[in-house]
């Protein structure tokens, strides 16, 4: 009996064993699952809280970006236009955003000139999407009849603008102003007025060059000058006139009337405005005129020669 029980102790032991071995191996079991559970829920969320940082850090440039834009200071368009007309077109005072916006108009010889010369009043804009492109709009009471309108729309190396307004013409404006433009404009000081009328006008900039198609006209009404004697030199005409993007647009000048009279014709294509013209004095007003030929451009007998380009 004994013998037997000392058989089947053993067994009983290795049975205890094994079972309290089974019970420490569930509870480690158990702890490990815990624990990397835990492990993986720590992993998750950090990944999850990178995430959110990251689309935090997006959203506030994106933010940033939405916010300049849309409050972006009309100065920022008055450093756009003075750096594409090489200073000579400047809006003074620019007051707003680029979006809306008022300024004064200022013609001038360019950096570093004392000319200027200042339009009355303000010249306001707005600017807004249209289409594919944009639409810049001005209002002057002193200059533009109702709203002028360019819509600009950029492409693959070219920009293309169309001009809009006036029924019957687009602007006016006083001719003093171009005294602004220094030399020979200064010396001049031309009193009357200039009015622009356009038909179809767009003005391409492709890789560096100027396409234009449609028409423009600018008038010259009962131009004077301080240079003469005379109360008035006459009425002129400068007229643009574009075929086709390929041909370039033919320029010709023309005398309405006055005892100045001027003629010539050119063209502005790729090489840029070239333009051949003269200018001549009626018989009777000859001695009066002399000293204004001499500005205006070069001497050739009785003739003044015009050359641009």
């Not at 001038?108 to 306001?124: E, F, I, N, V, W």
């Not at 013209?277 to 050739?300: F, K, P, V, Y």
């Amino acid at each position: 009996m004994a013998n037997a029980l000392t058989r089947l102790l053993p067994g009983k032991r290795a049975r205890r064993a094994d079972i309290g071995g089974s019970r420490l191996n569930s509870k480690l079991g158990g702890s490990t699952t815990r624990w990397l559970e835990s492990t993986l829920e720590v992993a998750r969320w950090e990944r999850v809280r990178a995430a959110g940082r990251r689309w935090a850090i997006w959203g506030g440039v994106l933010g940033g970006v939405v916010g300049v834009v849309a409050f972006a200071p009309a100065a920022w368009l008055a450093d756009g236009l003075a750096g594409a007309s090489n200073g000579r077109i400047v809006l003074a005072d620019a007051q707003g955003t680029i979006w809306s916006g008022d300024a004064v108009a200022v013609l001038t010889a360019g950096p570093g000139s004392r000319d200027a010369r200042a339009l009355p009043g303000r010249l306001a804009w707005t600017l807004k999407p249209s289409g594919l492109g944009l639409r810049l709009g001005f209002t002057q009471a002193c200059c533009l009849n109702g709203e002028a309108v360019l819509l600009i729309k950029p492409g693959l190396g070219r920009v293309s603008t169309s001009v809009q307004g006036g029924s019957d013409w687009l602007g006016r404006w006083p001719a003093a102003w171009l005294s602004g433009l220094g030399t020979p404009w200064n010396t001049l000081d031309l009193g009357g007025a200039m009015r622009l009328a356009t038909s179809d006008l767009n003005i391409d900039w492709v890789q560096g060059s100027w396409h234009v198609t449609g028409s423009a006209e600018l008038v010259l009404q009962d131009v004077s000058s301080r240079v003469t004697t005379l109360d008035r030199l006459g009425s002129y005409r400068l007229s643009l006139r574009g075929s086709t993007p390929e041909a370039p647009a033919i320029l010709s000048l023309q005398t309405d009337d006055g005892a100045l009279q001027l003629q010539g014709s050119g063209t502005w294509g790729q090489s840029g405005i070239k333009f051949t013209g003269e200018a001549t004095a009626a018989e009777a007003q000859r001695s009066a005129l002399d000293n204004l030929l001499n500005i205006i451009g070069r001497r050739h007998g009785d003739r003044s020669i015009i050359t641009i380009g």
